[in-house]
Every structure is written in structure tokens, then in C-alpha cells.
């Protein structure tokens, strides 16, 4: 086996501690980067299950008032003094529809900025 001469020895023997440091420093580097990463994706994660709580309520509060202002117009519709008069059928009908793109209008608004602001 030969052996290496002194002064090439002390350099490659520094380039492995070099090696060996500048790899300890990257994995912690790596390390801290996944720490930071897992924290983000963590409030992000708190962030869709908040407004997913949120949506869900207001979907089923507008669900709930949609089926009261069906049901009640659907009786007033089956009346025959009701249905006789057509002003009161065109106004209940417009009422209908009016409500109907309010609640619309209101779900894609509150859907357009949750998608904004889950994008960030």
C-alpha cells in the first residue's frame, strides 16, 4: 500500500472536514426549510377548516331560508284567491327570483374571495 505524502494528505484530509461541514450545515438547512414548510401547510390547514365551517353554516342558513320562501310561496300558490290574481302571483314570483339571485349573488361573492384569499 503506498502512502500519500504529508502535504497532499493535509488536503485531502481538510476537503473532507470542509465536505463534512458544508454537509452538516445543509442538513440543517434542510431541516429548518421542512420545520418552516410544515408550520405554513399547518395554518393553511387551520385556514380551510375554519372556512369550511363558515361555508357550511351559511350554505345551510341559505338552504334553510330558501325552503321556507319555497314552501311559503308554493302554499300561497296552491290558494285559488291567490292564483286568481295575477299582480300578486307576478309580485310573489318576482320576490322568488329576486331572493333567489340575492342568495346566489351572496354564495359566489363569498366563494370568490375565500379562493382569494386561500391562494396567498
Request: proline share 2%.
Amino acid at each position: 500500500m503506498a502512502t500519500l505524502p504529508p502535504a497532499l494528505a493535509a488536503g485531502v484530509l481538510s476537503d473532507l472536514i470542509k465536505c463534512g461541514t458544508d454537509y452538516l450545515a445543509c442538513k440543517e438547512r434542510e431541516i429548518t426549510k421542512r420545520e418552516q414548510i410544515a408550520a405554513e401547510l399547518e395554518a393553511k390547514l387551520t385556514l380551510i377548516n375554519k372556512n369550511y365551517d363558515l361555508c357550511s353554516q351559511i350554505l345551510a342558513n341559505n338552504h334553510e331560508y330558501a325552503m321556507k320562501s319555497y314552501a311559503i310561496a308554493d302554499d300561497l300558490l296552491k290558494n285559488p284567491a291567490v292564483t286568481a290574481n295575477t299582480e300578486l302571483v307576478k309580485n310573489i314570483l318576482t320576490f322568488l327570483s329576486n331572493e333567489h339571485a340575492k342568495v346566489s349573488d351572496n354564495s359566489t361573492a363569498m366563494f370568490a374571495s375565500l379562493s382569494r384569499g386561500m391562494l396567498r
